[in-house]
């Protein structure tokens, strides 16, 4: 029996924790090391049940909640998998709301998706818990961004039998194209077919539709106005004198250019009535492409420039840069961004016509391209369609899978559609799998 009484363990005790750190690190080791080996095995359990303690479990919610929103959504899944307990807390607090809320509500992503049918139905019919919502989209929308960055998109691809598809658009429903073979066929988004519009007399380039027309340009120099509702032509325009290569309109005016060097803009009374405004003059060369917002035009052109224009006709500025003739641009807020057959995309600001940067990486002329916040996409007679961030001008994807020269891209938060000389239509779809789950 030792004959040290409990009481002097005790003011030894409290002697030690008296001292300084570095001299009771001192003394336990002095200890430790003077300890028969069987009995460090019992001090071993003893440090490590100490060091393992759940504190987590043992905050009030609204701690935990604080501690957690420094985890990112990564981490916070690996908490998930520690233990039930873990699990309950990480989906029970408002972490995925804070996550949801600073990151994900205020992007085109989620205002996107959360417009999409299936959303819609997904939440009507499940009537989920919010926290289930917000974890979900939440992970869902991160993995989204992953996919534009670093992902390979699932391609679906089907021909349209038209010798060459030049131009598209489309929705949630519907793709609209126009084919060399004078005809505007619509497909729905599984690649079927539902009809064709015939009328022109030349190939389709360039249209644009909203919910109750469909306006079209042609190598036949016409403009035809069809009817979504009864599938006719209602009007036709008549004011260029070579091929209609592009347009574009709102509300309130259509813009349209052609081959014959010159740009009109018209004035849109009804869907079937049109009134000629002007005809805007100073390109050398044809117009392959035109953009505007409601302030300002903007046209390139095959003689090396990019002009901007106000809509009443007056010429503002003139952009110049690219070496070679200018195949596409779009226009949107700020920024203008341009593609050449000298195989470079430039990006402008609209107000001072400054060259921005210039992105080089396709081999052949850039025939269409499209661009938001986040990204520019573009097309190229290389057969590629890349993925560039905009804000910094770095490669991230490079598509193959057209068997000819790309002719058109668009793009949503979710995928891109594109369009070629191959006759076909490819959908890039960069949506995470499963993302809305079978049930709450």
Not at 9 to 35: E, N, P
Not at 151 to 171: H, I, K
């Amino acid at each position: 029996m030792s004959d040290f009484q409990p009481s002097q363990k005790r003011a030894l005790l409290q002697q030690f924790a008296q001292w300084t750190d570095d001299d009771q690190v001192d003394f336990a080791t002095g200890i430790l090391q003077t300890m028969r080996p069987n009995l460090l095995g019992q001090v071993y359990r003893v440090i490590t049940n100490t060091l393992q303690k759940d504190f987590l479990t043992e905050l009030p919610y609204e701690l935990v909640d604080c501690v957690l929103t420094f985890l990112k959504a990564r981490e916070l899944l690996t908490c998930a998998l520690v233990c039930r307990a873990w699990h309950s807390m990480v989906t029970r607090t408002g972490v995925w709301r804070i996550l949801f809320n600073d990151e994900v509500r205020a992007s085109r992503a989620w205002r996107d998706f959360s417009s999409l049918e299936s959303t819609k139905r997904w939440m009507h019919m499940y009537k989920p818990t919010w926290n289930i919502v917000y974890k979900t989209f939440y992970v869902g929308m991160k993995q989204l961004q992953q996919n534009w960055e670093h992902g390979v998109p699932t391609r679906m691809r089907f021909l349209c039998n038209g010798d060459g598809v030049y131009c598209l658009q489309y929705d949630e429903h519907k793709i609209v194209i126009g084919n060399r073979d004078n005809n505007i066929k619509v497909y729905d988004m599984a690649g079927v077919k539902q009809y064709e519009l015939a009328g022109h007399t030349g190939s389709v380039l360039c249209l644009q539709y909203d919910n109750e027309k469909i306006i079209s340009g042609s190598s036949d120099s016409k403009i035809r106005v069809w009817s979504l509702a009864t599938r006719s032509c209602v009007a036709i325009l008549d004011r260029h004198e070579q091929s209609v290569l592009h347009l574009r309109f709102d509300k309130q005016f259509l813009v349209t250019c052609s081959k014959d060097h010159f740009i009109c803009i018209w004035k849109i009374d009804s869907m079937n009535q049109y009134t000629f405004l002007r005809r805007l003059e100073g390109h050398r060369a044809a117009v392959n492409v035109v953009d505007f917002d409601g302030r300002l035009i903007v046209s390139g052109s095959g003689d090396r420039t990019i002009k901007v224009w106000t809509t009443d006709g007056a010429l503002v500025r003139v952009l110049v840069g690219h070496s070679r003739g200018i195949a596409c641009l779009q226009f949107r807020g700020d920024y203008i961004v341009s593609g050449s057959s000298d195989e470079s995309i430039r990006v402008w600001n609209v107000e001072t016509g400054e060259c921005l940067r210039t992105l080089v990486g396709h081999r052949g002329l850039i025939r269409c391209l499209r661009f938001d916040e986040s990204y520019i996409i573009t097309g190229s007679y290389d057969q590629k369609i890349m993925v560039w961030d905009f804000k910094t001008g770095r490669v991230l994807q490079t598509l193959m899978g057209h068997e000819n020269r790309v002719f058109r891209v668009q793009f949503d938060s979710f995928k891109i559609i594109s369009s070629s000389q191959d006759d076909s239509v490819c959908i890039w779809n960069f949506m995470p799998q499963n993302i809305l789950p079978i049930s709450n």
